[in-house]
């Protein structure tokens, strides 16, 4: 044993001795490339993918799941910190099926099927009440989760008990609900989505008034039902009406921001804040008006024209007639007549235009509320949350020139007048910092090819090519090598030819013996013998 190993390493100091450097180095190039694809190969045939199973599972329903692919030997991993179960991409679909039709995932919550499934004559009126409430609340939360940006949806519901008694319906007690909505990542609501989901929930539980709903984000955000004075215009009666339309005002301009800029930024890249002074004050007043049809010229509309012209020119004449008698006495008033020789002309002219102009008549009632000042806050993440920048100069003045118009065409003219631009720039505060308290949405896990296994290839695409080049470049090295060496030897067996040897008869005998030594060894052996026998 240790003559052969000695053998084999004597033959391989020899082999790799016998070697150039580049044979060395080709030779070590092919054997580390050739264990690396291995590798590879190994790692591509034995390596599963896995597809996302569930998804925002709970804890039991997790635990159930897992234990039911325990149970059928089905390799799993849990993910998104265990709300998750990926399984291999080939086997998804079955499993998923498998699971339905065993009735995977089992939430542990009471649905209308309970009833059907466990129906019984041993139920007490209070267990037949507690089933329904839970059965009632789960089917609202599954028909929330049916609209778009309701990711899921926690109900609770408090029905009280209905009294044998007769009562009035001032003393009777109305049921609340209290709903906590997980929403998308930077998802608002409209007035008309807000006002459905209130409805949904009223229409869904007997005497359920809308006052007595509750409806919250999992941020602490509250979905107000905006009341019906405020959206017919009537809501400058009191304070907590005045506040109310305050509020929604600056609700409003904030979702008109937030979606911009979630347009622009992206979602959950930017949160705004706006703060408004509005003018309650109401004013009811009547004009009368009278105004001339042509303005410029102060002029009306001739409805009626006449012009009146008298001319005289003669002798005088003196005066004349019957003294007339006084009613207070009965004197007489004695006329004297004037110059019989005087002579005149007398000219007369009258015009008289009727004309009409504009009469208006105003019954004027002024806006319940007007905006009187107008302020909004931005803040923006970068694109590098930590470097702020990383946020080109060219949108952050695009921004500014937007909130700029939503605050010039916002406030009232009347209370604010024509406002200059550096004063609408000092109601708008645009910050470009971190923002640490709004929560990434998380990203689906893809299949995609990790970015090291394009380097590995590329590396191995490399060293393949470079190997090709050494093993050409090194056989066209020997072929060179062994051309030279046959010309050398076709040089050294070049001499000179010599005459032919002439065969004598002991040559002759010598070759015969030769012959028959080689080609029939038995019979040259008995000749062999018969010599030495003779001797």
Same mark, same amino acid.
């Given at each position: 044993?240790?003559?052969?190993?000695?053998?084999?390493?004597?033959?391989?100091?020899?082999?790799?001795?016998?070697?150039?450097?580049?044979?060395?180095?080709?030779?070590?190039?092919?054997?580390?490339?050739?264990?690396?694809?291995?590798?590879?190969?190994?790692?591509?045939?034995?390596?599963?993918?896995?597809?996302?199973?569930?998804?925002?599972?709970?804890?039991?329903?997790?635990?159930?799941?897992?234990?039911?692919?325990?149970?059928?030997?089905?390799?799993?991993?849990?993910?998104?910190?265990?709300?998750?179960?990926?399984?291999?991409?080939?086997?998804?679909?079955?499993?998923?099926?498998?699971?339905?039709?065993?009735?995977?995932?089992?939430?542990?919550?009471?649905?209308?099927?309970?009833?059907?499934?466990?129906?019984?004559?041993?139920?007490?009126?209070?267990?037949?009440?507690?089933?329904?409430?839970?059965?009632?609340?789960?089917?609202?939360?599954?028909?929330?989760?049916?609209?778009?940006?309701?990711? !899921?949806? /926690?109900? +609770?519901?408090? $029905?009280?008990?209905?009294?044998?008694?007769?009562?009035?319906?001032?003393?009777?007690? =109305? %049921?609340?609900?209290?709903?906590?909505?997980?929403?998308?990542?930077?998802?608002?609501?409209?007035?008309?989505?807000?006002?459905?989901?209130?409805?949904?929930?009223?229409?869904?539980?007997?005497?359920?008034?809308?006052?007595?709903?509750?409806?919250?984000?999992?941020?602490?955000?509250?979905?107000?039902?905006?009341?019906?004075?405020?959206?017919?215009?009537?809501?400058?009666?009191?304070?907590?009406?005045?506040?109310?339309?305050?509020?929604?005002?600056?609700?409003?301009?904030?979702?008109?921001?937030?979606?911009?800029?979630?347009?622009?930024?992206?979602?959950?890249?930017?949160?705004?804040?706006?703060?408004?002074?509005?003018?309650?004050?109401?004013?009811?007043?009547?004009?009368?008006?009278?105004?001339?049809? !042509?303005? /410029?010229? +102060?002029?009306? $509309?001739?409805?009626?024209?006449?012009?009146?012209?008298?001319?005289?020119?003669?002798? =005088? %004449?003196?005066?004349?007639?019957?003294?007339?008698?006084?009613?207070?006495?009965?004197?007489?008033?004695?006329?004297?007549?004037?110059?019989?020789?005087?002579?005149?002309?007398?000219?007369?002219?009258?015009?008289?235009?009727?004309?009409?102009?504009?009469?208006?008549?105003?019954?004027?009632?002024?806006?319940?509320?007007?905006?009187?000042?107008?302020?909004?806050?931005?803040?923006?993440?970068?694109?590098?949350?930590?470097?702020?920048?990383?946020?080109?100069?060219?949108?952050?003045?695009?921004?500014?020139?937007?909130?700029?118009?939503?605050?010039?065409?916002?406030?009232?003219?009347?209370?604010?007048?024509?406002?200059?631009?550096?004063?609408?720039?000092?109601?708008?505060?645009?910050?470009?910092?971190?923002?640490?308290?709004?929560?990434?949405?998380?990203?689906?896990?893809?299949?995609?090819?990790?970015?090291?296994?394009?380097?590995?290839? =590329?590396?191995?695409?490399?060293?393949?090519?470079?190997?090709?080049?050494?093993?050409?470049?090194?056989?066209?090295?020997?072929?060179?090598?062994?051309?030279?060496?046959?010309?050398?030897?076709?040089?050294?067996?070049?001499?000179?030819?010599?005459?032919?040897?002439?065969?004598?008869?002991?040559?002759?005998?010598?070759?015969?013996?030769?012959?028959?030594?080689?080609?029939?060894?038995?019979?040259?052996?008995?000749?062999?013998?018969?010599?030495?026998?003779?001797?």
């Amino acid at each position: 044993m240790n003559e052969r190993l000695k053998n084999i390493q004597t033959k391989f100091s020899g082999f790799w001795g016998s070697r150039s450097k580049k044979q060395k180095i080709a030779l070590i190039s092919s054997i580390v490339i050739v264990l690396i694809l291995a590798a590879v190969i190994t790692y591509f045939a034995t390596r599963v993918t896995y597809k996302p199973l569930y998804s925002n599972l709970t804890a039991t329903e997790v635990g159930q799941i897992k234990e039911q692919l325990d149970s059928e030997g089905v390799k799993y991993q849990v993910g998104d910190g265990g709300t998750s179960i990926l399984v291999p991409e080939g086997k998804a679909d079955d499993l998923l099926v498998s699971l339905a039709s065993q009735g995977y995932p089992k939430s542990g919550e009471i649905d209308y099927s309970f009833f059907s499934e466990n129906a019984g004559f041993g139920m007490t009126d209070n267990e037949f009440n507690v089933l329904k409430v839970a059965s009632v609340q789960t089917e609202l939360a599954k028909l929330l989760k049916q609209m778009d940006g309701i990711n !899921d949806a /926690k109900v +609770m519901l408090s $029905i009280p008990e209905q009294s044998t008694f007769v009562t009035s319906s001032e003393d009777k007690e =109305g %049921a609340s609900a209290s709903i906590v909505l997980d929403t998308a990542a930077g998802q608002q609501f409209s007035e008309d989505q807000i006002k459905t989901l209130y409805n949904l929930v009223a229409k869904s539980v007997p005497n359920l008034s809308t006052d007595n709903i509750v409806i919250t984000n999992q941020y602490n955000e509250y979905y107000d039902l905006t009341s019906d004075s405020l959206a017919n215009g009537n809501g400058s009666g009191n304070a907590a009406s005045q506040l109310a339309v305050k509020k929604q005002i600056e609700k409003d301009l904030q979702r008109q921001v937030q979606s911009l800029l979630s347009s622009v930024m992206g979602s959950g890249k930017a949160v705004v804040a706006v703060t408004s002074d509005i003018d309650f004050t109401q004013e009811q007043r009547t004009e009368k008006l009278v105004e001339p049809v !042509d303005k /410029k010229n +102060m002029a009306g $509309i001739t409805i009626s024209a006449q012009k009146i012209s008298e001319t005289y020119t003669g002798n =005088g %004449a003196a005066a004349s007639g019957t003294a007339e008698a006084d009613g207070s006495t009965d004197n007489f008033t004695d006329y004297q007549s004037g110059n019989t020789d005087g002579s005149g002309d007398y000219e007369k002219t009258e015009e008289t235009v009727n004309s009409e102009v504009n009469r208006i008549k105003r019954q004027i009632t002024e806006s319940p509320y007007r905006v009187r000042d107008l302020g909004i806050q931005v803040v923006i993440e970068p694109p590098t949350a930590n470097d702020p920048t990383t946020l080109p100069a060219e949108t952050q003045a695009a921004v500014q020139n937007m909130l700029t118009s939503i605050v010039r065409t916002s406030i009232d003219k009347n209370s604010a007048g024509n406002l200059t631009n550096a004063q609408v720039a000092q109601k708008i505060n645009v910050s470009v910092q971190q923002l640490k308290g709004t929560t990434q949405p998380t990203t689906a896990q893809g299949t995609t090819i990790p970015w090291w296994i394009w380097v590995i290839g =590329g590396v191995l695409v490399v060293a393949i090519g470079l190997l090709v080049f050494f093993i050409i470049r090194s056989r066209r090295q020997e072929d060179e090598y062994y051309d030279e060496d046959e010309y050398y030897d076709e040089d050294e067996l070049e001499v000179d030819d010599i005459a032919d040897e002439q065969d004598s008869e002991a040559t002759v005998r010598r070759k015969q013996l030769e012959k028959m030594a080689k080609d029939k060894p038995d019979e040259f052996a008995k000749l062999l013998r018969t010599w030495i026998s003779e001797d």
